[in-house]
C-alpha cells in the first residue's frame, strides 16, 4: 500500500511530504517528474497575488538516490517563499502572545469555526494556516511520484476543466492534445468559450465573489482487476471519491455519468459487454466510467468533481467574533477569485495516489521490475480468460 502523509502551514517554513511504499528502482527527478505539475498547479485565470510569491519547486531529501527510488520512504519539502514575511507571526517558540495578525471572524463555508470549536483555538490562524488550500501543493507533488509510477507500467493520466462559474467548457476529451491543455489558461479544450469564462471570472473579481466549476480526471490503460467488490472499504470507487472529497471546496464527486445515469433507465445506462478477436472482452460505451462493483474494467477510468466557490470573499458574508461575540464581516486575506483550474491538478493527483496504492496491493513487489513483470503476466491472463 501506498502512505501519504504532509505536514506544515501555509505561511510557515515549509510543507513536508513522506510517500511510503514506493517500489525500489522508479526513476525519478523532482525537476523533470514533479515540479511540472507544482507550476500547473499554481497556473490557471482568476489565481491571487500569492502564486506572484511562491515558484514551487520539490526538494528530494530522503528515499532517492542516484536518480532512483530505493524502496526507502521518499521524503521531499516544498519551500514556502511568503514566510519570510510572517516569520513573526508563525514563529512556533514561545512569545508570540498577543498574537499578531490574529484571526476571530470565522469564514462560512471554511473551517475557521468548527475547527476552533473542535481544538479550542480563539485565534482561527491555527485552523487555516492547515485548513488552507496551500496544502494541496503537497498533494500534487505526492501525486506526481504517483503519475510518475503509473506512467511506467503504461498508465497515463489526464485532467481537466468542463465548466467554470456555470458556463460550460466541456469540448470534449482529446488524448492527442494534451499539450494544449497547458496552453489554455482555464485548462480546457473548449477555447471558443474561453472569452465567455474569462468575462465571467473578471465580473466576479470586480464584485469581490468567488466562483466554483466542475473538473474531470481521466486514466487509460488501468488493468482489470484494481479494486475488490467483497468489503466496503476496498471498492475502488468509494476509496477514490474519498480521495476526491478530501480536497478543500470538493462538494461532490462522480464517477462515469454519474448524476445523469440516476435519471435514465437501465438500457442507456449499462454498458454492453461484447467478446472481439484479439482484442477480448470490449465495450461500444463507457457510461460506467471505467468501474463497475468497485472494480475497474479496463475502459478510461472517468472521475468529474465540483469545486464550490473559495470562502474567502472581498465582500465578506456576515458572521460572528469569536472572542467579542459581536456581529462582523468575515475575515479577508488574499485568495484566488476562482481555483478551478489548479483544483483539475489536485484531483488528479489524488486519483493517482488512489490508483498506484491499488495497483500495489494487486501485484505486490519491491521493485519496478517485479511490479512491471506481474502486471503483463496479468495482462496475459486478461487477454486468455
Not at 499554481?42 to 538516490?65: F, K, M, N, P, T
Not at 462515469?256 to 435519471?263: L, Q, V, Y
Request: glycine share 12%; charged share 25%.
Amino acid at each position: 500500500m501506498l502512505r501519504y502523509l504532509s505536514a506544515g502551514e501555509s505561511h510557515g517554513p515549509n510543507l513536508s511530504v513522506i510517500l511510503e511504499g514506493l517500489p525500489a528502482g522508479l526513476a525519478l527527478q523532482a525537476e523533470r517528474d514533479i515540479d511540472p505539475w507544482l507550476r500547473r498547479r499554481q497556473g490557471g485565470y482568476g489565481r491571487g497575488r500569492r502564486q506572484l510569491i511562491e515558484s514551487d519547486r520539490a526538494e528530494l531529501l530522503g528515499g532517492v538516490r542516484a536518480g532512483r527510488t530505493t524502496g526507502a520512504p521518499l521524503a521531499l519539502r516544498i519551500e514556502n517563499r511568503d514566510w519570510q514575511n510572517w516569520r513573526e507571526v508563525m514563529d512556533p517558540a514561545p512569545g508570540n502572545e498577543p498574537r499578531k495578525r490574529a484571526v476571530t471572524q470565522p469564514r462560512p463555508g471554511h473551517a475557521d469555526l468548527a475547527g476552533g470549536i473542535k481544538y479550542g483555538h480563539k485565534d482561527l490562524r491555527d485552523v487555516l494556516e492547515r485548513a488552507s488550500a496551500r496544502e494541496t501543493a503537497s498533494r500534487v507533488a505526492a501525486g506526481a511520484v504517483a503519475l510518475r509510477l503509473l506512467e511506467a507500467l503504461g498508465v497515463q493520466g489526464a485532467t481537466r476543466v468542463v465548466s467554470l462559474g456555470g458556463i460550460d467548457c466541456d469540448g470534449g476529451m482529446d488524448w492527442e492534445r494534451l499539450e494544449a491543455l497547458d496552453e489554455s489558461p482555464l485548462r480546457c479544450f473548449d477555447r471558443g468559450a474561453e472569452d465567455a469564462v474569462i468575462d465571467r471570472i473578471d465580473r466576479a473579481k470586480t464584485e469581490g465573489d468567488t466562483l466554483g466549476g466542475v473538473v474531470e480526471t481521466r486514466f487509460r490503460n488501468l488493468p482489470i482487476g484494481l479494486g475488490s467488490h467483497v468489503q466496503w472499504d476496498r471498492k475502488l470507487d468509494g476509496r477514490l471519491a474519498q480521495a476526491v472529497m478530501s480536497i478543500p471546496a470538493i462538494k461532490g464527486v462522480e464517477i462515469g455519468d454519474g448524476w445523469r445515469a440516476a435519471s435514465l433507465p437501465g438500457s442507456q445506462v449499462h454498458d454492453a459487454i461484447f467478446l472481439r478477436d484479439p482484442d477480448g472482452y470490449v465495450r461500444d460505451s463507457n457510461r460506467s466510467g471505467g468501474l463497475e462493483g468497485g472494480i475497474t474494467t479496463g475502459s478510461e477510468l472517468v472521475v468529474r468533481a465540483a469545486m464550490k466557490p473559495i470562502a474567502t470573499l472581498m465582500q465578506p458574508l456576515p458572521t460572528v467574533d469569536v472572542v467579542t461575540h459581536e456581529v462582523a464581516d468575515a475575515s479577508r486575506e488574499r485568495s484566488d477569485h476562482t481555483a478551478v483550474p489548479a483544483a483539475s491538478i489536485v484531483v488528479l493527483a489524488m486519483a493517482a495516489l488512489t490508483l498506484a496504492s491499488a495497483v500495489l496491493e494487486k501485484f505486490g513487489g519491491d521493485t519496478v521490475r517485479e511490479l512491471t513483470e506481474r502486471l503483463e503476466a496479468h495482462r496475459q491472463y486478461v487477454a486468455s480468460y
